[in-house]
């Protein structure tokens, strides 16, 4: 007989890098990576910037810092990933020189990443939609153009990077952190069967809080209307931590509480996640859990959470109501009033 399982918070959150995965559970984290050998490498290292600490606590500012948490987490991730594969292309260790080398690309990779991302998604609608604003002559009609046209480039560049091979596989991992995830915080064993069973969709997936961002700047826009093109660009600039502190709130919010609205301000990002995730296979699963009980007991959560003492012996897996197999993210939701972990 089917039945449900109400979702505890576990305070986890991750990100997929390349053939790996990065798990955080308060100030420490931990970045799993497949050597080509078959065998795991696991770096477990501790995060935590005391200023982030506070801010993170005041609502609508706590979502600028922990945005920035999880880009300066994602570039060491991405610069582990990549020693990693250094490493196995020489046959040597990297040495100290080598990867300070690597953490200065990264670094500048990453910056001019941002830039790219403002000019993309913020700069490029603004003058796309100049060119035809004499001829339409309509300000709330240009806003709303604009914020389509903003969309469209989103939507484009999330399908368009999920064409590509090694992004792919980036996309199963980020099914397989998912899974790791949602496996816990319905109570069940951090197995490899359970993970596979498990809804590669989370409400507080990073994807989410992108679509939120883009859908949440259409509407503050839409409101705040100037003629001057520069000046138009940089009132759009300044206000991306006020667009990004709102989108937080909104996922927060969303993965927190079980009613319709949440339901419905959740559809649009689960939806997408099903392009920015993929199942994974079970060797990605066990780089998950590896990442996962590096920084994270999972049986003492679940007899703290659900009182399940897991002795070892799995059961048969719950599925949900539709008999799939199966624990599907938007059939429960989250309940704790801890601080949230982006996904």
Known sequence: MSKKIKKHYSGIGGQAVLEGIMMKNEEHYS?????SDGSIAVDIENYRNSVFEKLKKIPFIRGIFSFIDSMILGMRSLNFSAEIYAEEEQGTETSASSQKSDKALTTIVGIISVILAVGLFMVLPVYLTGLVAEQIRNESLIAIIEGVIRLAIFLIY????SLMKDIRRVYMYH???HKCINCIERGRPLTVSNVMRSSRMH??????????????????FFFIRVDNLALKIVIRIALIPVVAGISYELLRFAGRYDNPITYLISAPGMLLQRLTTREPDESMAEVAIAAVEAVFDWREFLLNEFGYDYTGEDEEPIKDEDGDG???EDADT????SEDSSI
Do not use: K, P, Q
């Open 334 to 337: 989250a309940d704790s009033d």
């Open 31 to 35: 970045i799993a990576v497949r050597r």
């Open 175 to 177: 099914g397989a952190e």
């Open 326 to 328: 199966f624990l599907d």
């Open 158 to 161: 999330i399908v368009a990077i």
């Open 203 to 220: 409400r507080r997936c990073g994807t989410s809080f992108l679509l939120f961002v883009v859908l949440v700047s259409i509407i503050v």
